[in-house]
Nanobody
Framework: QVQLVESGGGLVQAGGSLRLSCAASGRTFSSRAMGWFRQAPGKEREFVASISRSGGNTYYADSVKGRFTISRDNAKNTVYLQMNSLKPEDTAVYYC?????????????????WGQGTQVTVSS
């Protein structure tokens, strides 16, 4: 079983930066691809970014490509999401998840464990 805890959310002005962290429990972290999704009020949860087990391959939604960077530290059982040039439309609850399927891990149904989420609010 995998437990995931996100942190690092907050309120930031447009153009600012935040770094989200997702700490995982359990010995299987390095054997799982990981991903970040987000959900804005009244909208469905959408894919943001994902990373392979080794960290050698990363995938991004077009809306965040060039602004967000996903990374992982398997020694610390942690995955990160560095978010730069934030926009008001990035406002959402951000969730990390552990994937069970194949790249690019962009489908919500490909994840079996989720964290509780962390709120990111970008003011204009």
């Amino acid at each position: 079983q995998v437990q995931l805890v996100e942190s690092g959310g907050g309120l930031v002005q447009a153009g600012g930066s935040l770094r989200l962290s997702c700490a995982a429990s359990g010995r299987t972290f390095s054997s799982r691809a990981m991903g970040w999704f987000r959900q804005a009020p009244g909208k469905e949860r959408e894919f943001v970014a994902s990373i392979s087990r080794s960290g050698g391959n990363t995938y991004y939604a077009d809306s965040v490509k060039g602004r967000f960077t996903i990374s992982r530290d398997n020694a610390k059982n942690t995955v990160y999401l560095q978010m730069n040039s934030l926009k008001p439309e990035d406002t959402a609850v951000y969730y990390c998840g552990a994937a069970i399927s194949r790249p690019p891990y962009s489908d919500y149904d490909e994840y079996d464990y989720w964290g509780q989420g962390t709120q990111v609010t970008v003011s204009s």
